[in-house]
């Protein structure tokens, strides 16, 4: 496809990856009077941008007016200092505050992207700094159509259906979904979520002039002149292709929770199902150990808890469902090995997946795998679970039981424990409290329950049989290690100098956050920000 192939060997600045942080890093450099060319692993564009919820975490953004909210520099660093939890310099966060609203402001003149507040909490809300709402912004519809036959090589999402985030969030049953609309966009090829933002970031670069070349794998970088001055790469064809970069290079390749290797040496705890494009295997990290780099985060992943439903693939590997609401609504509970509950079910997916790596030192085990969503009758019929809706039989991948002790035996698990621990929850439960972890007492838990159900919209009772359970596992949207940058986001070298013509942004850069997720959109909002950040540098040939 012409319009998308490279047709040069020389440009001023290379951008290794096509996520939301390298369209970014591309157009803003394309911008600012650079030739660019994208030069992506995978045959589509997009990258784990393109299958994700597409929100961008930007605290500041003026949007937030449009909800009568305020915000301030302070209360936002504050905020992210608690979140990072010391592992994010001062100037990586100040940077990230000072010129995140910027970079939305610039996405809105120079793209067909329009974004919207969203009437939701951080992720702890009653923290200092904390807001209630208007941090995380949703983007609008994309019609694919406007790419021509550039539309095939957007890469597409296997989690969500083409509806926004907002009207995911405001259609709490399946029964309430539009149903009709879905279809009408599905029909038409209209995108929604990270779809969407990478569709109308690629259209952006493309109308700009920038380059792409999809199935090319970057395996080197090339110096020359005391600088990095190029890649080389492996093209769709297998052959070699050495293309300098005059102005420098941007590694935007994304994790490497598909890397066995960096992820048992690196990894803090147990990563089994990553819910990613299976393309993130750490390529730029390598690359830029190559040339000298340093590393920061390596121990942290955006963790997730995650289902594998048997047979399911995406891009020849097993996809991996992302469990949000199904824990933060009444009727459900999370159990271990034993039948005990172990962590407020309705946490952050980050904060919640955590709780899998609690290690017993006796049993020289990790105490809380496996684990186990169990619920009931009741709520099979007013929730889904992942793609199972109400009404639908239960698939065999489901365990049942007529009592709690029966579903126990079916899963292999304590007996005892699993009809002690839903005795013991049912009744403040039906009362809307939970004594033992507080589910329901942020106004984060109760974002994701059921606004429909009494008091407390994330409990109700597990008493109407037969019961049923799913395996839990440590899952991931991506790893928060990578190349350490500074402010500028100028890849750094063991001496925390920078190596003259690298940049890094997104999952590639060691998290300019900290291990923390302060709200919907933490990994995206900081990775494009810096993507944005890291086109200015490069494009001045910093």
């Not at 995380?136 to 509806?163: K, M, V």
């Not at 065999?396 to 839903?422: M, N, S, V």
């Not at 395996?471 to 940058?485: F, I, N, R, Y």
Request: glycine share 12%.
């Amino acid at each position: 496809m012409d319009s998308v192939t490279v047709t040069q060997r020389l440009a001023d600045v290379v951008v290794v990856g096509s996520g939301g942080a390298g369209l970014v890093a591309a157009l803003r450099a394309r911008d600012r009077g650079a030739r660019v060319v994208v030069l992506e692993k995978s045959p589509k564009i997009g990258g784990t941008t393109a299958v994700s919820g597409g929100v961008l975490w930007i605290p500041r953004n003026r949007h937030m007016a449009a909800l009568g909210v305020e915000d301030s520099r302070e209360d936002a660093l504050v905020y992210l200092r608690r979140t990072a939890f010391g592992q994010a310099s001062a100037d990586l966060l100040e940077a990230f505050v000072d010129r995140a609203p910027e970079m939305i402001d610039y996405l809105e003149v120079r793209t067909a992207l329009r974004f919207s507040a969203v009437r939701r909490p951080d992720y702890h809300p009653e923290w200092d700094g904390a807001r209630a709402s208007g941090r995380s912004l949703d983007n609008t519809p994309f019609d694919s159509s406007q790419l021509g036959p550039a539309r095939e090589l957007l890469r597409r999402s296997p989690h969500y259906p083409p509806i926004t985030y907002q009207e995911r969030y405001q259609w709490a049953r399946p029964e309430q979904f539009d149903w009709e609309l879905i279809g009408r966009r599905i029909e038409r090829g209209v995108l929604t979520l990270g779809g969407a933002l990478v569709g109308g970031l690629f259209k952006a670069c493309l109308d700009g002039g920038v380059e792409f070349a999809v199935g090319t794998r970057v395996r080197e970088l090339v110096r020359g002149g005391g600088r990095v001055a190029g890649v080389r790469a492996t093209d769709a064809s297998g052959g070699t292709l050495e293309l300098a970069a005059a102005r420098g290079v941007v590694i935007a390749s994304g994790g490497f929770e598909w890397n066995p290797r960096l992820v048992a040496h690196f990894l803090r705890g147990p990563l089994a199902a990553p819910a990613t494009p299976p393309w993130n295997t750490g390529d730029g990290l390598l690359m830029g150990l190559g040339v000298g780099a340093s590393l920061g985060n390596m121990n942290e992943a955006a963790w997730f808890p995650v289902i594998r439903i048997p047979g399911e693939e995406y891009d020849g590997r097993p996809v991996a469902r992302l469990i949000v609401e199904e824990r933060s609504r009444p009727g459900s509970i999370v159990v271990n090995r034993r039948g005990r509950r172990f962590v407020n079910e309705a946490a952050s997916y980050d904060d919640f997946a955590r709780s899998f790596h609690v290690f017993d030192a006796d049993a020289y085990d990790y105490a809380n795998l496996p684990a186990y969503l169990v619920f009931d009758q009741r709520f099979r019929q007013r929730y889904n679970v992942t793609t199972v809706m109400p009404g639908d039989a239960p698939p065999a991948w489901f365990a049942t039981g007529e009592t709690p002790a029966a579903l126990a035996h079916a899963l292999g698990i304590d007996a005892a424990g699993l009809t002690a621990t839903i005795g013991r929850f049912n009744a403040p439960a039906a009362r809307g409290e939970d004594p033992d972890f507080r589910r329901g007492a942020s106004a984060h838990d109760r974002f994701n329950g059921d606004p429909a159900h009494g008091a407390n919209p994330c409990l109700g009772p597990l008493d109407t049989p037969p019961y049923f359970a799913v395996e839990l596992l440590p899952g991931s949207v991506s790893t928060k290690g990578g190349l350490l940058c500074d402010a500028g986001a100028r890849v750094l070298d063991v001496e925390d100098a920078p190596i003259p013509g690298l940049f890094a942004c997104g999952s590639a850069m060691a998290s300019s956050v900290g291990i923390g997720y302060p709200g919907a959109g933490g990994m995206l909002g900081p990775g494009m920000t810096f993507g944005y950040i890291a086109g200015d540098g490069v494009a001045a040939g910093a």
